[in-house]
């Protein structure tokens, strides 16, 4: 499968860290970086010649990816070590991935990067330090690797700091992920190819506009005050994709990317700054139970749609159950994963599917039949719409799949346009909610 820098944001509820992808964007950009990974190629050139591992000297092309590999590899590791990442990066070394053309990965992660890794490693050199197939949480088993001896001497000895490191323009910010296999624990659906249309074209164009915008704009994090472990992030990571899912680009399609989606939900609520502001958080509420009901041409009940009768310390528990009830493309017979401790002991799966279903009989048809895609697809070009509109008004907003982040002043008019457009999409009136 191909690797891509992350495909999701951690959730508000997952606090765990995690090793991350390898990001083969990253290149050195000031004479002290560029001195570091200039000397790391002279020493691999002179060790594979005296090592006899190549015959003949690379054709000029070969020779240029070879020195785009090693910058990409020892950027990132710097920019890791830099920003103090706790754990790990992770890669692959699969000769079928790397040795298969994609559209998705660059040119520096193409099927000499083990051999160029594997190089990076060798004692006598001691840039890398790599663990072969090392397993990380909710992933197949990959290499993780991290900055070898070498060059974290070579770091401090020139006081590299990030303002020293860059990054590429992403190649791709429009990605389709492929249908997951049932019966495969480990996919994570894979990327798939395809030809642009001019709805592709229209999406990335889009996306270009938009990451033009967030990236000029002024943004600052003040971690004063924040109790607890920070997240490693770097401020200028902001550029945004559009992950579409189930090989069809009317299906998911949510944002993902920004640093602010790596934040935990009290760091970017008591840190994080827009033009000088707080930044304030505002959400659709209920949006998938809304959303379903728009596809149904109907008009939501009144009032909380996750509220109901016998279950009113539980509305968390009925989100979840019915947002899942609206992926399923079969009646549940067991809680969904995660949801059970959300509920009492003697309360049963089926009672609770009847409690929804009684509670929305217009759209009770429209349960368990995958329709879960086909509304985050509506709820992703809503958000794309709003960021759109709120950039002809001047007003600078981080999207974070059903919500935005504004500056403190901007909250009633960005109220309006999220209602406006939501309206537009659906049909029927949604509900925003402030937070923080």
Same mark, same amino acid.
């Given at each position: 499968?191909?690797?891509?820098?992350?495909?999701?944001?951690?959730?508000?509820?997952?606090?765990?860290?995690? $090793?991350?992808?390898?990001?083969?964007?990253?290149?050195?950009?000031? $004479?002290?970086?560029?001195?570091?990974?200039?000397?790391?190629?002279?020493?691999?050139?002179?060790?594979?010649?005296?090592?006899?591992?190549?015959?003949?000297?690379?054709?000029?092309?070969?020779?240029?990816?070879?020195?785009?590999?090693?910058?990409?590899?020892?950027?990132?590791?710097? #920019?890791?070590?830099?920003?103090?990442?706790?754990? *790990?990066?992770?890669?692959?070394? =699969?000769?079928?991935?790397? &040795?298969?053309?994609?559209?998705?990965?660059?040119?520096?992660? =193409?099927?000499?990067?083990?051999?160029?890794?594997?190089?990076?490693?060798?004692?006598?050199?001691?840039?890398?330090?790599?663990?072969?197939?090392?397993?990380?949480?909710?992933?197949?088993? =990959?290499?993780?690797?991290?900055?070898?001896?070498?060059?974290?001497?070579?770091?401090? $000895?020139?006081?590299?700091?990030?303002?020293?490191?860059?990054?590429?323009?992403?190649?791709?910010?429009?990605?389709?992920?492929?249908?997951?296999?049932?019966?495969?624990?480990? *996919?994570?659906?894979?990327?798939?190819?395809?030809?642009?249309?001019?709805?592709?074209?229209?999406?990335? #164009?889009?996306?270009?506009?938009?990451?033009?915008?967030?990236?000029?704009?002024?943004?600052? !994090?003040?971690?004063? &005050?924040?109790?607890?472990?920070?997240?490693?992030?770097?401020?200028?990571?902001?550029?945004?994709?559009?992950?579409?899912?189930?090989?069809?680009?009317?299906?998911?399609?949510?944002?993902?990317?920004?640093?602010?989606?790596?934040?935990?939900?009290?760091?970017?609520?008591?840190?994080?700054?827009?033009?000088?502001?707080?930044?304030?958080?505002?959400? !659709?509420?209920?949006?998938?139970?809304?959303?379903?009901?728009?596809?149904?041409?109907?008009?939501?009940?009144?009032?909380?749609?996750?509220?109901?009768?016998?279950?009113?310390? #539980?509305?968390?528990?009925?989100?979840?159950?019915?947002?899942?009830? +609206?992926?399923?493309?079969?009646?549940?017979?067991?809680?969904?994963?995660?949801?059970?401790?959300?509920?009492?002991?003697?309360?049963?799966?089926?009672?609770?599917?009847?409690?929804?279903?009684?509670?929305?009989?217009? +759209?009770?048809?429209?349960?368990?039949?995958?329709? &879960?895609?086909?509304?985050?697809?509506?709820?992703?070009?809503?958000?794309?719409?709003?960021?759109? =509109?709120?950039?002809?008004?001047?007003?600078?907003?981080?999207?974070?799949?059903?919500?935005?982040?504004?500056?403190?002043?901007?909250?009633?008019?960005?109220?309006?346009?999220?209602?406006?457009?939501?309206?537009?999409?659906?049909?029927?009136?949604?509900?925003?909610?402030?937070?923080?």
């Amino acid at each position: 499968m191909d690797q891509i820098a992350p495909l999701s944001a951690t959730s508000d509820d997952e606090d765990d860290e995690r $090793d991350r992808p390898f990001n083969a964007y990253r290149f050195a950009s000031s $004479d002290g970086t560029k001195g570091i990974v200039a000397e790391a190629i002279r020493l691999l050139l002179n060790y594979e010649q005296h090592a006899g591992l190549t015959r003949n000297k690379r054709r000029v092309v070969d020779q240029e990816t070879f020195d785009l590999t090693v910058d990409a590899i020892l950027s990132d590791l710097m #920019h890791h070590h830099l920003v103090e990442y706790p754990l *790990d990066i992770y890669v692959t070394r =699969s000769n079928r991935v790397l &040795g298969t053309r994609s559209r998705y990965r660059p040119r520096a992660y =193409s099927k000499v990067f083990p051999r160029i890794l594997d190089l990076l490693a060798k004692p006598e050199l001691g840039y890398v330090r790599q663990d072969k197939a090392a397993p990380i949480p909710g992933a197949s088993k =990959s290499t993780v690797i991290r900055p070898g001896p070498t060059l974290l001497k070579r770091m401090d $000895d020139g006081d590299i700091q990030t303002d020293d490191l860059d990054e590429h323009p992403h190649g791709e910010t429009v990605v389709l992920k492929r249908v997951k296999d049932p019966d495969n624990y480990w *996919d994570e659906g894979g990327l798939e190819q395809y030809a642009d249309t001019p709805t592709t074209e229209r999406y990335r #164009h889009e996306l270009e506009k938009i990451n033009q915008w967030l990236a000029a704009a002024d943004l600052r !994090y003040d971690p004063l &005050g924040i109790l607890g472990p920070h997240t490693a992030f770097d401020i200028r990571d902001r550029r945004l994709r559009r992950i579409f899912t189930q090989a069809r680009f009317d299906s998911g399609g949510r944002m993902f990317g920004g640093f602010w989606q790596q934040l935990r939900k009290h760091e970017r609520r008591q840190g994080l700054k827009i033009g000088g502001e707080k930044a304030v958080e505002l959400d !659709y509420g209920q949006v998938g139970a809304r959303i379903l009901y728009g596809m149904a041409g109907h008009l939501p009940a009144t009032g909380d749609l996750y509220s109901m009768a016998g279950y009113n310390q #539980h509305r968390d528990g009925i989100k979840k159950v019915m947002s899942a009830m +609206i992926f399923a493309e079969a009646r549940p017979d067991r809680f969904p994963k995660g949801t059970k401790t959300l509920f009492r002991k003697t309360d049963k799966i089926g009672e609770v599917v009847d409690a929804i279903e009684a509670k929305h009989p217009l +759209i009770k048809d429209q349960f368990h039949k995958g329709l &879960g895609h086909d509304a985050q697809f509506i709820e992703s070009s809503i958000l794309v719409d709003v960021l759109l =509109s709120l950039r002809a008004e001047g007003i600078v907003a981080l999207p974070i799949h059903d919500a935005v982040m504004v500056p403190s002043s901007k909250v009633l008019e960005t109220k309006e346009v999220m209602l406006n457009v939501f309206k537009a999409h659906v049909h029927v009136e949604g509900t925003v909610t402030v937070e923080g």
